[in-house]
């Protein structure tokens, strides 16, 4: 019985912000160890018996992220699965569902969010093991965590008759939406109910017979997006229009809720969905005033605190219970128990059209990144890393010049029909409308700096001729 992963890597995680941005999502980020969420999920799946390689469903824009913290972590993704727009789970897992059935008439789908944390991988397995024996009887499963107080941030399923058959299974009662204090406070003393996990396991033949009967149009969609579909260097394009048309739904709504054929595994697995600032605060390691800390910090009388320096010193003195998180372009303060309203700071900057909530200064590529150090009018400066045997695009813009100072490294550039390289402390100037390129020949990371002189200095304004990475 072969089981293929399937980590699904969509979502914004806006209740983390101003760490968790748009182009920089939670599951990308090193939030509770050095490594990504992305990155701890898969490693978790490492070394498994008769457990695939990974499937990574994931965003247009997080693609070459996704892949580069895959190769950083030593792991060869069967397939990454792009969404040219999300559609919440059920679509996403249907698209799964179809990839794998091209590959596998009998595979098994272990369904898992790329943001959560699990810190008791065993047991994480022997539920995994008991689930899968209902699974190839034809159940759908889903993974109830053991709850450990009354959470009012999470879904609860009620779990029924203990399943004679299948050790460790239940009938689903019912699934409830996220209750209020009192009512999660009553879960708790009458026994019987779990959070509902996001996590799965299915035959992707079984998930998709139930998914055209109970919703044959994101069914449609998704067989035909996947259908359509094609590659793109390493990735597996889902097709646009198909997917575009297809319903947005979570796999509850859609197929759990309905189907005859769920059951719940209860899972004591030490599980968080880290879905705000204090949920974060609860998984981490804290000193003995119960802070957590990160980054260049001094605290003094401070007790049962979160605190992020990421760019520069952050001082707290005689204060508890707070959150504190600085980026190079924002600082979040709440009080432990008003990080929820996170999402609103998000909707305001949203609203008030800003970019806090889209990226950070330092914005990747897939070449490598680049980061804003000064701008006002008609000027900005930039640091520009390249790593070691990539290049931009060549290109051009209508509205600005640029001139680059080489820090470190070794720099080939492209200007119109001369290319020349350059050393450190050498330089070259771009004029407007001219085409151009930069390449990083050498071995070691190319820094350079890039001052842009003109009218407008937007990153809309480029046109590409020619594209290692086959973007638009």
């Known amino acids: 019985m072969k089981i293929y992963p399937v980590i699904l890597s969509g979502g914004a995680g806006t209740r983390l912000w101003p760490l968790s941005r748009a182009v920089l999502p939670k599951q990308l980020l090193p939030l509770v160890t050095d490594n990504s ?19 990574v469903v994931c965003g247009n824009e997080h693609r070459f992220m996704v892949a580069e913290q895959m190769r950083e972590v030593g792991i060869v993704p069967l397939a990454i699965v792009l969404e040219p727009a999300g559609r919440n789970t059920a679509p996403a897992v249907a698209a799964a569902a ?29 539920v995994v093991a008991l689930a899968s024996v209902a699974v190839a009887e034809g159940a759908l499963a889903t993974f109830g965590i053991v709850p450990t107080g009354p959470e009012t941030g999470f879904g609860y399923i009620l779990g029924g008759a203990a399943m004679a058959t299948f050790e460790g299974c239940f009938e ?37 017979s139930e998914l055209a009967i109970l919703r044959p149009a994101i069914h449609g969609a998704a067989e035909a997006a996947v259908r359509l579909g094609y590659r793109d260097l390493d990735f597996c394009r889902l097709d646009e229009a198909s997917f575009a048309g297809c319903p947005s739904e979570s796999i509850d709504y859609a197929v759990m809720e309905h189907t005859a054929r769920a059951v719940v595994v209860p899972a004591d697995i030490g599980w968080s969905d880290v879905g705000s600032w204090a949920a974060l605060w609860e998984v981490l390691p804290r000193d003995g005033a119960g ?46 128990s008003q990080v929820q309203r996170v999402k609103q ?9 800003r970019t806090e909530h889209v ?17 006002g009018d008609r000027f900005q400066v930039k640091r520009i890393t390249v790593n070691p045997g990539e290049k931009l695009s060549l290109q051009m813009h ?24 350059l050393s450190e402390n050498e330089s070259t100037y771009i004029p407007i409308g001219m085409s151009h390129r930069l390449e990083n020949p050498g071995k070691v ?28």
Not at 364 to 374: H, L, Q, T
Not at 403 to 415: E, F, L, P, Q
């Open 291 to 336: 802070n957590c800390q990160r980054g260049d910090v001094y605290l003094d009388g401070v007790r049962d605190s979160l605190v992020r320096a990421e760019s520069r010193i952050v001082a707290m003195v005689g204060v508890r219970d707070l959150v504190v998180v600085e980026t190079r372009d924002a600082v979040l303060v709440a009080h432990k």
């Open 37 to 55: 969420m992305l990155q701890e999920t898969a490693l978790r799946l490492a070394g498994w018996p008769g457990l695939m390689p990974p499937l």
């Open 398 to 421: 209508h509205h600005r010049a640029e001139h680059w100072v080489v820090v470190r490294g070794t720099a080939r550039v492209t200007c119109g029909d001369k290319v020349c390289l």
């Open 172 to 208: 689903v009662a019912r699934f409830v939406e996220k209750p209020d204090r009192a009512t999660a406070e009553g879960f708790l003393a009458a026994g019987g109910y779990c959070w509902n996990s996001g996590m799965f396991m299915f035959r992707a033949e079984r998930y998709l």
């Open 345 to 353: 700071i998000v909707d305001h900057l949203k609203a008030k059209e």
């Open 98 to 126: 179809n990839f794998l059935l091209a590959l596998d008439p009998q595979a098994i789908m272990l369904v898992l969010p790329a943001d959560h944390v699990v810190t008791d991988p065993a047991a994480f397995r022997a």
């Open 445 to 472: 990371a190319l820094h350079i700096i890039e001052v842009q002189s003109g009218s407008y200095l937007g990153e809309d304004d480029i046109v590409r001729f020619e594209d290692a990475y086959q973007r638009a």
């Open 359 to 375: 990226h950070h200064t330092r914005v990747y590529r897939p070449w490598g990144y680049y980061e804003g150090i000064d701008a």
